[in-house]
Antibody, heavy 120, light 111 residues
Protein backbone atom coordinates (compact mmCIF):
# COMPACT_ATOMS: atom_id res chain seq x y z
CA UNK A 1 0.00 0.00 0.00
CA UNK A 2 1.30 3.42 -0.96
CA UNK A 3 1.46 5.97 1.84
CA UNK A 4 2.63 9.57 1.57
CA UNK A 5 3.04 11.52 4.80
CA UNK A 6 3.65 15.26 4.61
CA UNK A 7 5.07 17.37 7.41
CA UNK A 8 6.66 20.76 7.97
CA UNK A 9 3.69 23.05 7.54
CA UNK A 10 2.86 25.83 9.95
CA UNK A 11 2.49 29.54 10.43
CA UNK A 12 5.15 31.73 8.84
CA UNK A 13 5.44 35.46 8.31
CA UNK A 14 5.44 36.99 4.82
CA UNK A 15 8.93 36.82 3.39
CA UNK A 16 9.78 33.80 5.50
CA UNK A 17 10.83 30.28 4.57
CA UNK A 18 9.57 26.79 5.20
CA UNK A 19 10.64 23.31 4.15
CA UNK A 20 8.01 20.66 3.60
CA UNK A 21 8.79 16.95 3.70
CA UNK A 22 6.93 13.97 2.32
CA UNK A 23 7.92 10.52 3.56
CA UNK A 24 6.93 7.80 1.12
CA UNK A 25 6.29 4.14 1.76
CA UNK A 26 5.06 1.48 -0.63
CA UNK A 27 6.78 3.18 -3.56
CA UNK A 28 10.34 4.16 -4.38
CA UNK A 29 11.11 7.80 -5.15
CA UNK A 30 14.05 6.68 -7.27
CA UNK A 31 11.71 5.09 -9.81
CA UNK A 32 8.79 7.49 -9.70
CA UNK A 33 8.11 11.10 -10.54
CA UNK A 34 6.72 13.08 -7.63
CA UNK A 35 4.93 16.38 -7.29
CA UNK A 36 3.60 18.99 -4.93
CA UNK A 37 0.04 20.23 -5.37
CA UNK A 38 -1.54 22.88 -3.18
CA UNK A 39 -5.09 23.82 -2.40
CA UNK A 40 -5.97 27.24 -1.01
CA UNK A 41 -8.95 27.42 1.36
CA UNK A 42 -12.17 26.93 -0.60
CA UNK A 43 -10.36 26.59 -3.92
CA UNK A 44 -9.45 23.82 -6.31
CA UNK A 45 -6.06 22.13 -6.44
CA UNK A 46 -3.13 23.92 -8.09
CA UNK A 47 -0.07 22.13 -9.36
CA UNK A 48 3.14 23.56 -7.86
CA UNK A 49 6.13 21.46 -8.89
CA UNK A 50 7.30 18.13 -10.28
CA UNK A 51 10.56 16.23 -10.01
CA UNK A 52 11.00 13.69 -12.77
CA UNK A 53 11.88 10.04 -12.31
CA UNK A 54 15.48 10.82 -13.28
CA UNK A 55 15.75 13.10 -10.24
CA UNK A 56 17.40 15.87 -12.25
CA UNK A 57 14.55 17.40 -14.20
CA UNK A 58 12.36 19.73 -12.19
CA UNK A 59 9.40 21.82 -13.22
CA UNK A 60 7.55 24.65 -11.51
CA UNK A 61 4.34 26.57 -11.87
CA UNK A 62 4.89 30.25 -12.62
CA UNK A 63 3.74 31.07 -9.08
CA UNK A 64 6.58 28.98 -7.65
CA UNK A 65 9.45 29.73 -10.03
CA UNK A 66 12.44 31.34 -8.37
CA UNK A 67 11.03 30.87 -4.87
CA UNK A 68 10.39 27.14 -4.42
CA UNK A 69 12.76 24.22 -4.89
CA UNK A 70 11.71 20.60 -5.15
CA UNK A 71 14.17 17.85 -4.28
CA UNK A 72 14.32 14.27 -3.07
CA UNK A 73 16.51 12.05 -0.93
CA UNK A 74 16.24 8.53 -2.26
CA UNK A 75 18.16 7.10 0.71
CA UNK A 76 15.38 8.38 2.97
CA UNK A 77 12.66 7.92 0.34
CA UNK A 78 11.58 11.47 1.13
CA UNK A 79 10.44 14.36 -1.08
CA UNK A 80 11.03 17.99 -0.13
CA UNK A 81 9.75 21.42 -1.04
CA UNK A 82 11.87 24.38 0.06
CA UNK A 83 9.73 27.49 0.01
CA UNK A 84 11.33 30.94 0.28
CA UNK A 85 9.98 34.48 0.08
CA UNK A 86 6.57 33.29 1.12
CA UNK A 87 3.51 35.41 0.38
CA UNK A 88 0.00 35.48 1.77
CA UNK A 89 -1.26 33.88 -1.43
CA UNK A 90 0.90 30.81 -0.73
CA UNK A 91 -1.44 29.95 2.14
CA UNK A 92 -2.81 26.49 1.33
CA UNK A 93 -2.78 22.82 2.16
CA UNK A 94 0.22 21.31 0.38
CA UNK A 95 -0.07 17.74 -0.86
CA UNK A 96 2.64 15.52 -2.21
CA UNK A 97 1.52 13.15 -4.92
CA UNK A 98 2.93 10.47 -7.17
CA UNK A 99 2.94 11.88 -10.69
CA UNK A 100 2.58 9.86 -13.87
CA UNK A 101 4.81 11.32 -16.59
CA UNK A 102 4.35 11.34 -20.39
CA UNK A 103 1.96 10.53 -21.91
CA UNK A 104 -0.31 10.37 -18.86
CA UNK A 105 0.25 13.43 -16.67
CA UNK A 106 -1.92 12.72 -13.66
CA UNK A 107 -1.59 12.39 -9.89
CA UNK A 108 -2.03 8.78 -8.83
CA UNK A 109 -1.61 8.84 -5.05
CA UNK A 110 -1.95 11.78 -2.66
CA UNK A 111 -0.83 12.35 0.89
CA UNK A 112 -3.12 13.81 3.54
CA UNK A 113 -1.56 17.27 3.22
CA UNK A 114 0.14 19.81 5.46
CA UNK A 115 -1.23 23.31 6.06
CA UNK A 116 0.94 26.33 5.36
CA UNK A 117 -0.32 29.67 6.63
CA UNK A 118 1.50 32.86 5.63
CA UNK A 119 0.44 35.70 7.84
CA UNK A 120 1.85 38.40 10.06
CA UNK B 1 -10.72 31.57 -13.31
CA UNK B 2 -9.78 27.94 -13.90
CA UNK B 3 -8.36 26.72 -17.21
CA UNK B 4 -10.85 23.85 -17.21
CA UNK B 5 -14.51 24.77 -16.72
CA UNK B 6 -16.86 22.71 -14.57
CA UNK B 7 -20.38 23.42 -13.33
CA UNK B 8 -20.23 24.67 -9.72
CA UNK B 9 -22.78 22.17 -8.48
CA UNK B 10 -24.93 19.19 -9.38
CA UNK B 11 -27.37 17.18 -7.31
CA UNK B 12 -29.35 14.00 -7.45
CA UNK B 13 -31.35 11.64 -5.33
CA UNK B 14 -29.97 8.27 -4.23
CA UNK B 15 -30.05 5.80 -7.10
CA UNK B 16 -30.12 8.50 -9.78
CA UNK B 17 -27.47 9.31 -12.38
CA UNK B 18 -25.55 12.58 -12.63
CA UNK B 19 -23.09 13.87 -15.20
CA UNK B 20 -20.32 16.38 -14.56
CA UNK B 21 -18.77 18.14 -17.53
CA UNK B 22 -15.26 19.53 -17.94
CA UNK B 23 -14.60 21.92 -20.79
CA UNK B 24 -11.08 22.76 -21.92
CA UNK B 25 -9.49 24.03 -25.11
CA UNK B 26 -7.33 23.08 -28.06
CA UNK B 27 -4.18 23.41 -25.95
CA UNK B 28 -5.15 20.85 -23.32
CA UNK B 29 -8.01 18.36 -23.67
CA UNK B 30 -8.37 19.11 -27.39
CA UNK B 31 -4.65 18.50 -27.91
CA UNK B 32 -5.19 14.84 -27.06
CA UNK B 33 -4.07 15.10 -23.46
CA UNK B 34 -6.08 12.93 -21.14
CA UNK B 35 -8.83 14.02 -18.79
CA UNK B 36 -8.52 12.79 -15.23
CA UNK B 37 -11.02 13.00 -12.38
CA UNK B 38 -10.56 13.27 -8.63
CA UNK B 39 -13.01 12.90 -5.78
CA UNK B 40 -12.55 14.99 -2.65
CA UNK B 41 -14.71 14.02 0.29
CA UNK B 42 -15.12 16.46 3.18
CA UNK B 43 -11.93 16.84 5.18
CA UNK B 44 -9.94 14.52 2.92
CA UNK B 45 -7.32 14.78 0.21
CA UNK B 46 -8.29 14.40 -3.42
CA UNK B 47 -8.39 10.80 -4.64
CA UNK B 48 -7.90 9.63 -8.21
CA UNK B 49 -11.23 8.43 -9.59
CA UNK B 50 -10.75 8.18 -13.37
CA UNK B 51 -7.51 8.44 -15.32
CA UNK B 52 -6.78 8.91 -19.01
CA UNK B 53 -10.39 9.64 -19.90
CA UNK B 54 -12.02 6.29 -19.17
CA UNK B 55 -9.92 4.17 -16.81
CA UNK B 56 -10.77 3.35 -13.19
CA UNK B 57 -8.02 2.65 -10.64
CA UNK B 58 -8.35 -0.55 -8.70
CA UNK B 59 -11.01 -0.24 -6.02
CA UNK B 60 -13.11 2.44 -7.71
CA UNK B 61 -16.67 1.18 -8.23
CA UNK B 62 -17.91 0.79 -11.81
CA UNK B 63 -20.68 3.27 -10.95
CA UNK B 64 -18.08 5.86 -11.93
CA UNK B 65 -17.25 6.24 -15.61
CA UNK B 66 -15.55 8.82 -17.79
CA UNK B 67 -15.48 9.87 -21.39
CA UNK B 68 -13.88 12.46 -23.62
CA UNK B 69 -14.93 14.16 -26.82
CA UNK B 70 -13.17 17.03 -28.54
CA UNK B 71 -12.23 19.64 -25.97
CA UNK B 72 -14.44 18.24 -23.18
CA UNK B 73 -14.59 15.39 -20.76
CA UNK B 74 -17.44 13.98 -18.68
CA UNK B 75 -17.78 12.06 -15.46
CA UNK B 76 -20.92 9.96 -15.02
CA UNK B 77 -21.99 8.61 -11.66
CA UNK B 78 -24.79 6.06 -11.71
CA UNK B 79 -26.70 4.68 -8.75
CA UNK B 80 -25.89 7.68 -6.56
CA UNK B 81 -25.08 6.88 -2.95
CA UNK B 82 -24.91 9.16 0.08
CA UNK B 83 -21.15 8.61 0.35
CA UNK B 84 -20.65 10.15 -3.10
CA UNK B 85 -21.38 13.57 -1.60
CA UNK B 86 -18.27 15.69 -2.16
CA UNK B 87 -16.36 17.78 -4.69
CA UNK B 88 -15.18 16.44 -8.04
CA UNK B 89 -12.28 17.94 -9.99
CA UNK B 90 -11.13 17.33 -13.53
CA UNK B 91 -7.49 17.73 -14.55
CA UNK B 92 -5.50 17.70 -17.75
CA UNK B 93 -2.15 18.80 -19.11
CA UNK B 94 -1.50 22.08 -20.90
CA UNK B 95 2.08 22.76 -21.96
CA UNK B 96 1.17 26.27 -23.09
CA UNK B 97 0.28 27.27 -19.52
CA UNK B 98 1.38 25.94 -16.18
CA UNK B 99 1.50 22.33 -17.28
CA UNK B 100 -1.01 20.39 -15.16
CA UNK B 101 -4.30 22.25 -14.91
CA UNK B 102 -7.40 21.62 -12.82
CA UNK B 103 -11.04 22.53 -13.09
CA UNK B 104 -12.68 24.66 -10.43
CA UNK B 105 -14.55 21.71 -8.99
CA UNK B 106 -18.16 20.55 -8.92
CA UNK B 107 -19.96 20.08 -5.62
CA UNK B 108 -22.13 16.97 -5.78
CA UNK B 109 -25.02 16.93 -3.34
CA UNK B 110 -26.86 13.69 -2.82
CA UNK B 111 -30.36 14.74 -1.81
Amino acid sequence: EVQLLESGGGLVQPGGSLRLSCAASGLSLSTNAMSWVRQAPGKGPEWVSVIATNGYSTYYADSAKGRFTISRDTSKNTLYLQMNSLRAEDTAVYYCAKFLEWPNYYFEYWGQGTLVTVSS
Amino acid sequence: QSVLTQPPSVSGAPGQTVTISCTGSSTNIGARYGVHWYQQLPGSAPKLLIYSNTNRPSGVPDRFSGSKSGTSGSLVITGLQAEDDGVYYCQSYDPSLTDSVFGGGTKLTVL
